[in-house]
């Protein structure tokens, strides 16, 4: 039996293209979510972007018939924007204050109403990102749903990037004697490329080996680098080892670094780009990125040039960085820095346009960038360039996203299985004591 369902307007404004997701069932649009679309498709961030392309798809779906009487979709389904169904009445007693959330919530009512006097009434179901909005339409009787479609995989299932097996005593012997050893003998057929691997012996002995996959997934190697410290920073973790391999590896392109504060994300990816800019000589450049949040909102309302507009937002970077250059006195980091001319420290506005060649791009702050800004960035990379996306997934200051829907688990789980792309999730902090039982308490 069809559904109907009750579209909330940030369903739309997270993805333009929902309407497309809900099979062969009836997609309804308050007239008040167009009112809304209407009021932010000015705006000039990834929201208003959203907005527009709505409009268009909307649009494009009026040569199709009538939106107001329904318009029959490729996969059977249909949308239509509801204009007869705005009365109030049956939530003027609970919900007094006719809001914009309220007038959605009383289109569902209205035609839940309308069903139920039907010999075959079909179910009617508000999907909202928006937990108040689920909240009081259960309280109302509604079924009520968040809007999953455009999540990446599922909860707790996001790629880590290493793999703990056990293995037999002959199995380990071989890998430390031939330095190399077929997946097959893992019981794997096969592994994502620079996967890691963690080794353990089965029958409980010490021995262990850490190892990563090779691009082709066949084939697992002990590390290609592996030094004692990166820019006098020596990794106090195996996950922050394995961290250091994909950040120095020329051959992998884009990392992807997930984890808690305090995991040395920042400080690592920080290190790893010196090294290789002012040491090596590999880039002609480093760029360290994070987003404004809310990305893309004008700075113009802070004091000063454009720098002195910047220092506050990027405050954490320059904190690793007077750390890594050990500038403790006010001003020391700034003199530094100028006198290098290698390192710029930007806002992710001013890199949309830009192709960026033979540059070590780090972006921090990556779980607050949607899947369309993640891909207009990493469209941006140029020849010769290696790009560092990290990030905290479970700290998201955007209002429609999500662990699972943000742009940087988008591309640690469309990447995983590529050659040029390596991942690693970093669990233990290193920050404090006090920062590691604050980032697992709270």
Do not use: C
């Amino acid at each position: 039996m069809t559904k109907i369902y009750v579209i909330d307007t940030n369903v739309l404004l997270q993805d333009p293209r929902a309407i497309f997701h809900f099979e062969d069932n009836e997609v309804v649009i308050p007239a008040v979510v167009l009112e809304e679309m209407d009021s932010k498709k000015r705006y000039m961030d990834e929201i208003g972007r959203n907005a527009r392309q709505t409009a268009k798809i909307l649009d494009g779906l009026r040569h199709l018939g009538k939106l107001h009487e329904g318009v029959v979709l490729k996969d059977g389904g249909t949308v239509r924007v509801e204009l007869n169904h705005r009365s109030y009445h049956y939530l003027k007693e609970t919900f007094m204050e006719m809001t914009n959330d309220n007038r959605i919530l009383a289109v569902a009512m209205n035609l839940q109403k309308e069903q139920e006097g039907r010999e075959n009434p079909k179910k009617v179901i508000i999907v909202s990102k928006d937990g108040l909005v689920r909240v009081k339409a259960d309280a109302l009787g509604i079924h009520a749903e968040d809007f999953l479609s455009d999540r990446v995989t599922e909860y707790d299932n996001i790629y880590k990037g290493r793999l703990q097996l056990e293995v037999t005593p002959d199995v380990m012997n071989n890998y430390y004697k031939q330095h190399e050893l077929p997946v097959m003998e893992l019981g794997k057929e096969r592994l994502y490329p620079h996967q890691f691997v963690i080794m353990k012996d089965a029958l409980g002995g010490s021995s262990s080996a850490l190892a990563k996959v090779d691009k082709t997934g066949k084939m697992v190697k002990p590390f290609v680098t592996d030094p004692e410290h990166v820019w006098g920073i020596k990794p106090r973790n195996v996950e922050q080892k394995m961290a250091i391999e994909l950040l120095l590896r020329e051959d992998i392109p884009l990392v992807t670094l997930t984890g808690k504060a305090g995991t040395g994300k920042t400080l690592l990816s920080l290190a790893a780009g010196l090294l290789q800019t002012e040491d090596m000589g590999r880039y002609n450049k480093l760029l360290v990125a994070r987003p404004v949040v809310p990305m893309g909102k004008d700075i113009g309302y802070l004091p000063g040039e454009k720098e002195e507009k910047l220092r506050p937002w990027m405050q954490p970077v320059y904190d690793n960085l007077e750390y890594l250059f050990n500038a403790n006195k006010p001003g020391e980091l700034d003199q530094i820095l100028a006198g290098m001319g290698s390192i710029q420290v930007e806002a992710l506005t001013y890199i949309r346009g830009r192709s960026i060649p033979d540059q070590f791009i780090i972006i921090d702050e990556a779980q607050n960038l949607t899947k369309h800004e993640v891909k207009t960035i990493l469209t941006r990379v140029g020849e010769g360039s290696k790009i560092v996306l990290m990030g905290d997934p479970a700290q998201i200051d955007h209002p429609y996203l999500d662990e699972l829907n943000n742009g940087l688990a988008y591309i640690v789980e469309t990447f995983k299985d590529q050659a040029i792309s390596g991942h690693v999730k970093l669990e233990k902090g290193e920050r404090s004591g006090l920062a590691q039982l604050a980032a697992d308490l709270l």
